[in-house]
């Protein structure tokens, strides 16, 4: 059974500070990591991907991924109010995505 | 590019009625398409798993008769609801891939809410 676990939450911060969301997978095989951003009513947005080991930036955004914890990670730097949503993880292993619950992101003004 | 739609993104039906929801890939072709539910405040959970031209693969739990799925063209998969009832009533998201541009990512439509009266 391939697994992705993330902590549901809510996490909480403050504007201007960094949130950190962690992602464990249970599948060696996987190959590609996904972060996507989901609001209220809406379909999950693709936020960053991450295929190699260590750091991918993109803009204030920031992937972490170590295949050998079977781990990943993103980091938000400088939340915004706007930053508040569930944020999903995803994993896939040839044709198939696994997501993980989701963490619910407030970001407090 | 890698633009996917979905129709209607909202519907509303009388308890015993079917639905159909179309997904479409607009600038890409896509061997595969995939079908979630989601309910409020719960994650994605994956339907099936739609190829062209071919059976659709349902994950386990999913009423293949009730939740027909078709992928006639490598731009369209329908999902219909048949004989829908309240417990049905959820967000339904497709999302597509495109193997020939980029291997690695889905694309999602923006959902479809059904409401069964």
């Known amino acids: 059974q391939k697994e992705v676990e993330q902590n549901s939450g809510p996490l909480s911060v403050p504007e201007g500070a960094i949130a950190s969301l962690n992602c464990t997978y249970s599948d060696r095989v996987s190959q590609s990591f996904f972060w996507y951003r989901q609001y209220s009513g809406k379909s999950p947005e693709l936020i960053m991907s991450i295929y190699s080991n260590g750091d991918k930036e993109d803009g204030r955004f920031t992937a972490q991924l170590n295949k050998a914890s079977q781990y990943v990670s993103l980091l938000i730097r400088d939340s915004q109010p706007s930053d508040s949503a569930t944020y999903l993880c995803a994993v896939r292993a040839g044709n198939q995505f696994y997501f993980g619950t989701g963490t619910s992101l407030t970001v407090i003004p | 590019g890698a633009v996917v739609s979905q129709h209607p993104s909202r519907v509303i039906c009388k308890s015993g009625t079917s639905v159909k929801i179309e997904c479409r890939s607009l600038?890409?072709?896509?061997?595969?398409m995939f079908w979630y539910r989601q309910f409020p405040k719960k994650s994605l959970m994956l339907m099936a798993t739609?190829?062209?031209?071919?059976?659709?693969?349902?994950e386990q739990g999913v009423e293949k008769d009730k939740f027909l799925i078709n992928h006639a063209s490598l731009t369209l998969s329908t999902l219909t609801v048949t004989s829908a009832h309240p417990e049905d009533s959820s967000f339904y998201i497709c999302?597509?891939?495109?193997?020939?541009?980029?291997?690695?990512?889905?694309?999602f439509g923006p959902g479809t809410r059904l409401t069964v009266l």
């Open positions: 600038d890409f072709q896509a061997t595969t």
């Open positions: 739609s190829n062209e031209g071919s059976k659709a693969t349902y």
């Open positions: 999302s597509a891939r495109d193997l020939e541009h980029n291997y690695n990512e889905q694309f």
